[in-house]
């Protein structure tokens, strides 16, 4: 199983950004998705997860301004980025898991990088 990520850029604050993540390998269906993000300075952290079943979790942080999606027939994944700030610059990383193992049993992706000029 392989994730590849794409996407990522150079935008100024109140701009927007589309990530995608495709899954090489596996029944795409089947995978909790989730994207990351690491901040210069700054933990390591959910930005957004969907599951399986297309439920959706969100940072407060990101919440009204990203929107995460899957297509299962195309074994992708997307987060699109709006109304971007300055503090939502990081690398972006994507991960796949299948419940109840994720956290032990994961699968990441390369990352991309977001910047966003203030």
């Known amino acids: 199983v392989q994730l590849q990520a794409y996407g990522g850029g150079l935008v100024q604050a109140g701009g927007s950004l589309s990530l995608s993540c495709a899954l090489s390998?596996?029944?795409?269906?089947?995978?909790?998705m989730a994207w990351y993000r690491q901040a210069p300075g700054r933990l390591f952290e959910l930005a957004a997860r969907?599951?399986?079943?297309?439920?959706?979790i969100y940072a407060d942080s990101v919440n009204g301004r990203f929107t995460i999606s899957r297509d299962n027939a195309r074994n992708t994944m997307y987060l699109q980025m709006n109304d971007l700030r300055p503090e939502d610059t990081g690398l972006y990383s994507c991960?796949?898991?299948?419940?109840?193992?994720?956290?032990?049993?994961?699968?990441w992706g390369q990352g991309t990088q977001v910047t966003v000029s203030s």
């Open positions: 969907i599951t399986k079943d297309g439920q959706r």
């Open positions: 991960r796949a898991c299948v419940e109840p193992f994720c956290g032990r049993r994961d699968t």
């Open positions: 390998k596996g029944f795409f269906g089947m995978y909790d």
